[in-house]
Each structure stands twice: as C-alpha cells, then as structure tokens.
C-alpha cells in the first residue's frame, strides 16, 4: 500500500515524500483508515514502528485551524517521547498552513509554557502531571478537544500516571475520539479502554515466525552522527565484497550513498523514487560488482535476488521486526554463510531488544574496528598482493623506473613506503575514536556479549609480541573461520542458549555484577535523592525511564529513605542508566548513582 491510497490531503503526502517515507508502515497501513473515520483506535505497537505519524497524520487532518483552540491532546510518559512527538508532527505539518503545536512537560520553565500556551496552538503534546498543572491554572483549556491520544499508555500507567490521566480524560468534552497506543495490551490497559473508548478498533500488526539460519548477527552500539564511518570501517575489517545496506528512508539512503562515495566507496543507492531503467541500471552494476554497495529500502529490496550477498548492514533499524528478518535473508543464501551488522543508535537499543524477542536470537555485541585496525588489515592484505605479484614474475620491465628515482637521491624504502601509501590511499577519519559509540569503547571489551576467547582484543598487543591485527601470522583474518570453527571476531558463541531460553549453567545472578542483587536479574542502585528533596517513586521511575531510555515497567521496587533511596533496574541496563543519570537531576537535584554496596 502506498500513502496516496490511503485518502490523505496533498499537503501531508507532500510532508510525507519529504521525510523521505516510501510506504506505510504496517501500524500506520492499519490504523490511519480508521482513525480517517473518526473511529476509537487501540493500536498495540511500540516505539520505532511509525507509531507517532500513525496518529499524527490523522491528527493533523482533522485540525480546523480557523479555530485557535486546541483540538488534539497527545499524553506521553516521557519529556523524551514528548519532544519526539511534537518533532515528528511539526514535519508532518509542515505544509499545513497555520497549524500549531505545542509541548509542556515538567522539568521546564512553567511561565514559558504558559506564555507560549497563550498564543494558541491546535496540538498539544505533553505529559501527564504538567498537562493536570496546566489544566489546573486554566493556562490549557481543552473545552474543544475533539481528539486525545494517549502515547506508550502502558509506560504512563507503569510510571503512576493513572490518576491524572483519568482526570485528563474526564475533563474532555465526552465527544471526542480516544486513541491510545501501547505495546502491551495488560489489563490495567483494557480496563482504561473499556471506560474510555466507545467501541475501540484493535489495530496490531500480526507476524509470521521467520528464522534466519547461517547468518552471523552481531549489533554495533554506535552513534547515529558515527554509524557511516563504522560500517566503512566493518566493510575494511570484514572485507565484505558484496553487500547490502539498508535505510527506512529514501533520504536515508541518498545521504548514506553520497556520505559513502565520498569515501571512495563505490555505492548506488535504490528507492522507490528511481525510474524503471535507472534501476535497472543500479541492479546490474550491483550484479556485476561495479557498484558492489547498494543501499536500499525496505520497498525497493523486495525484488533483489542476488546470491553471494555477503553482508547485510542495517544502518537503521527497520520499523517492522518482520522486516529485520526479510532484510537480514538476503544473505547467507544456496548454503553460504552469511552475515548481518545492526548500527544501533542509543535511541534504537529497546527496537534491538524487541527484534530479539521476536526473532528469540541473541543479537551479540561486535566491536568496533579502529583505525589503527583498519590500517593492519589494509596492510596485511596488501601484503599479500605484493608477494602475489612478486610470485607472478616479469618485475624487471621495472627496474629502471627504480633505478631513475634511485638517482633523483631517493633511497629504495622511501619509493616503496611511497607506492604503499599512495596504493593504500588511507586518510586519518574526522572522528576521533572515542566519538564512535555511545559508550566508552573499553567497555565493549569486557562487556558480555563481546569477546569470548583469550585472545588479545583490537589492536592491543598479544604475547606474540605484535598487534592483534593486520600480522603476518597464522591467524585468520577478520571474518574468516578459522579451526576453531568459528569466525575470528565477536561471534556468537553457539553453546549459549538462544535469547530468552534457561541457561542451564547456573543461575543468571552468579554471573551478575557484584553490586547487591535484588530480584533474579535485578540489581539495587544507590541513588543520592531521598523524602527530604520530596523525592516519590514515579520521579524515580520517570527520570530513569527517560534518561536512560528504557522502558518504566522493567524498572523494579524502589525503596526511599530520608536521605537516599534503592532502585532496581535490570542487570542488562545498569551500565547505561549509571551513565545516564549520573550528573543528572531528579526533582532539580544533583544525583550521585552507583549500585548498592
Ligand atoms: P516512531 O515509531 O513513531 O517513533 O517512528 C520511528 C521512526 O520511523 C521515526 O524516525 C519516523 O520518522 C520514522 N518513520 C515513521 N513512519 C515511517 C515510514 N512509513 N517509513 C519510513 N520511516 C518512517
């Protein structure tokens, strides 16, 4: 389905096309025909779906902007989701003359909210408790709202913000049409529809189980600003000869093509936007190993069949976790091995854990190459070249080209380090190391899914005395298997149970850091914020949530205390919400957070 069959206005198919979206998501195909009709929508889908546009464009269709009052309140559980939702509907309407929309959130200047709530605005975006404190002031009048949306519905009740969401909704005029999205369907959750909604649609997107066999998965942590250098640097590593890259949009893939090409890398991109001949002419040169890089869409892939694919990128993570198995089948294809790189930016990671549920594969973490890896894989296959050729003989139609520079003063080392430079054509990258993750490279190192062998990590030195990389030894280079029966770096390590099984080598809590533990799989964080900063469990949960971008309802019991309170968070998250929140406030408090002694 295309977005011109689903009867929107040219200004928001204008909008649409601009943002680069080439089709519909499955969320958005489903719900937007029945929000169109003024009908009550639960649409079970999480973040990273399309979900916001799902019930922006309705949203937006139905604004009457003649009218300055506000017409369509979106409740979300996060300051975060707040500003992403109001960013995403602000481009939706971009060509919506005179259509307005507004944030208010805690945590931000209430006398600027109000200011700006004063001028008017159609929309209005923001959480629970600041919506209440507004509606309290008279500052937000919702007398003529005639659409409310509450945004992650699960978060905002798992967050404690049952009781002003229903006073919010009992405030809005009793004609209005109730969305309410969420990725779980609990029954604090159907309990809310049923007293909110009137005959609500239920709109989920039902997928098939697909499995990928003989493919190597492995996610990189990656910032969005670093992930075209990364994937550079895994093509170099890898020596990845044919591949696969793909984008959720075609402007994605127009930037990502040129970003590359400029690299030298010889890319053609392929999106709904191309003609017939052009693509075409893309397809053959991706066929014939001219352009041996294509970067497409998940629509414009749908027709590729090539064997001897050897690696899919996902530069993006795919809106649809059908999508991620589609895209990632590509490779791995008549018997082959195949193998599939996940960029994931810090805003994407809980999108990874919702492709690993579905798909129930452990997704491992791989390292990211550095230069000075790049650099010794370079050499040594250039090495490798030069004994070719030596071995192919006929060096002495050569010699005197040798032999003039010898006499231009030039030392027989100097010409050769020359050749190799210019043959290498290897320039220092803009970005520093450290500014490739989103979080301290050393940590992937000891991190658990990591590495899993002795042997030295990128580019440190090993007992051998060399470089782990780009040595003449016996090892075998990146990606290749070696006799150990498994490829050189970050694989998966197959006798580890599948993602979400038992392992049945000892309870998970042994392995655990050594912080205090509370609940299986939970650890107890120290958080320097207490009942004299009026600190409640929903601030906690709320900052948390937010900050470190995980979702409320894995957050565990929190105990407050005068001075301090104990958090439980999952084991898997506790590196990044102490990077998170470290230095960050709760309630206009500094707070110190560490696990529990
Ligand atoms: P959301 O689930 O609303 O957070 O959306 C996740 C991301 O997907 C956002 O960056 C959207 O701009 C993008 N997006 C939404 N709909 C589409 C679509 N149909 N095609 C490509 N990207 C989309």
Request: charged content about 30%; overall charge neutral; hydrophobic content about 35%.
């Amino acid at each position: 389905m295309t977005f011109s069959e689903l009867n929107l206005s040219e200004e928001i198919l204008q909008a649409v096309t601009e943002m680069g979206f080439e089709i519909p998501s499955p969320i958005q195909e489903q719900a937007i025909p029945h929000l169109l009709q003024g009908l009550d929508v639960i649409g079970q889908a999480q973040t990273g779906t399309g979900k916001t546009a799902a019930f922006g464009i309705p949203a937006l269709e139905f604004i009457d902007v003649t009218n300055r009052a506000v017409q369509t309140l979106v409740l979300c559980p996060t300051r975060e989701l707040a500003v992403q939702v109001t960013e995403e509907i602000k481009r939706l309407a971009k060509y919506k003359r005179g259509v307005t929309v507004d944030t208010v959130y805690g945590g931000d200047s209430i006398e600027r909210q109000i200011r700006s709530l004063k001028k008017g605005c159609h929309i209005v975006v923001g959480t629970p408790g600041r919506v209440m404190d507004h509606m309290e002031r008279r500052t937000l009048k919702l007398d003529q709202v005639k659409m409310i949306i509450l945004d992650e519905a699960d978060e905002m009740l798992d967050m404690g913000f049952r009781e002003d969401i229903e006073n919010i909704l009992l405030d809005v005029p009793k004609e209005r049409q109730t969305v309410l999205f969420s990725a779980t369907m609990s029954k604090p959750i159907m309990a809310m529809t049923q007293k909110f909604q009137r005959n609500p649609v239920l709109v989920k997107v039902v997928k098939k189980e697909l499995t990928n066999v003989n493919i190597e998965q492995l996610c990189f942590e990656v910032k969005q600003s670093a992930k075209v250098e990364v994937m550079c640097r895994l093509i170099d590593a890898y020596d990845l000869k044919l591949l696969l890259v793909f984008c959720n949009t075609k402007r994605k893939v127009d930037e990502v093509v040129e970003s590359m090409k400029m690299r030298g890398y010889a890319a053609e991109g392929i999106h709904g936007d191309l003609r017939q001949t052009q693509r075409t002419q893309v397809m053959a040169m991706f066929r014939s190993g001219k352009a041996p890089i294509l970067v497409a869409t998940d629509v414009a892939a749908r027709g590729i069949d090539v064997t001897g694919v050897d690696a899919v990128i996902n530069l993006d993570l795919p809106l649809d976790e059908e999508y991620y198995v589609h895209r990632i089948g590509r490779t791995g294809r008549a018997g082959l091995m195949g193998k599939a790189f996940t960029l994931v930016g810090k805003d994407e990671k809980y999108r990874l854990r919702q492709i690993q549920e579905f798909t129930k594969v452990r997704i491992e973490k791989g390292v990211i190459p550095s230069f000075e890896d790049i650099v010794g894989v370079r050499k040594a296959r250039f090495i490798s070249k030069i004994t070719e050729s030596i071995q192919g003989g006929d060096l002495e139609l050569y010699d005197d080209m040798l032999t003039s520079l010898q006499h231009e003063g030039f030392s027989t080392d100097q010409v050769v380090s020359a050749l190799v430079k210019m043959s290498l054509g290897l320039q220092r990258s803009d970005f520093a190391e450290s500014d490739l993750a989103w979080e301290d490279r050393r940590d992937f190192k000891n991190d658990r899914g990591g590495r899993r062998d002795d042997r030295p990590a990128y580019g440190q030195r090993d007992d051998r005395g060399g470089s782990s990389y780009g040595r003449r030894d016996d090892r075998p280079a990146y990606g290749q298997r070696d006799d150990r029966g498994g490829s050189s770096f970050g694989r998966r390590d197959d006798s580890r149970p599948a993602y979400g099984q038992r392992d049945d080598r000892g309870p998970r809590r042994e392995t655990g850091p050594r912080g205090a533990t509370g609940e299986a799989g939970m650890v107890r964080l120290f958080v320097s914020v207490g009942r004299r900063d009026r600190v409640r469990p929903n601030d906690i949960v709320g900052a948390i949530a937010g900050e470190a971008n995980i979702p409320g309802k894995v957050i565990g019991s929190i105990d407050i205390h005068d001075e301090y309170s104990f958090v439980e968070v999952p084991e898997r998250d506790v590196k990044s919400v102490i990077t998170a929140m470290n230095g960050n406030t709760i309630k206009g408090v500094e707070i110190n957070i560490e696990v529990a002694k």
